[in-house]
């Protein structure tokens, strides 16, 4: 396997352990601030996915209150999934609706700048072909969506 030795440091993949939730929950609000100050100020807007579970539960809820909330300049920031279970988008089980209840609903962001997962559409090969068609429309039509930060969980 070739790597690319051009990569900076900050590019490469690091590692870290942190002792528990909260202290991961604020070091990773802090990595997503500059990473979406920098993408705003790069290119005008930060697109992010979101995962579910319960462990990003706590760093959403960071978000909804100070002093996080007002460090981002919500109207520039596109959000997305990057995992959905199939259920509707009030289930209790949906990542979206975790989301909505934790983050969406608490911060000054546009039902426009939210692109849930059609997940929840009988339908599934169609629910992920309306999905790569918002992506698209968004991020260009070469098919491969470029996200300024993308969270697993």
């Not at 462990?55 to 100070?66: I, R, S």
């Not at 279970?85 to 939210?114: F, H, T, W």
């Amino acid at each position: 396997m070739k790597v690319n030795s051009n990569l900076s440091q900050e590019k490469r993949m690091q590692t870290a352990i942190y002792p528990d939730t909260n202290t991961l929950s604020h070091e990773a609000a802090h990595y997503i601030v500059r990473i979406a100050n920098e993408s705003i100020v790069t290119r005008g807007r930060f697109s992010l996915a979101l995962s579910g579970g319960s462990t990003p539960k706590v760093l959403y809820g960071l978000f909804a209150v100070e002093p996080y909330r007002s460090q981002i300049d919500w109207s520039s920031v596109e959000i997305f999934w990057s995992d959905e279970r199939c259920v509707p988008p009030d289930s209790p089980d949906s990542n979206y609706a975790m989301a909505n209840e934790v983050l969406l609903g608490k911060i000054p962001i546009q039902p426009n700048q939210v692109h849930r997962m059609p997940a929840d559409q009988p339908d599934r090969d169609a629910a992920s072909q309306a999905y790569t068609l918002e992506m698209q429309r968004l991020f260009g039509a070469n098919g491969i969506p470029a996200f300024d930060l993308l969270q697993l969980g």
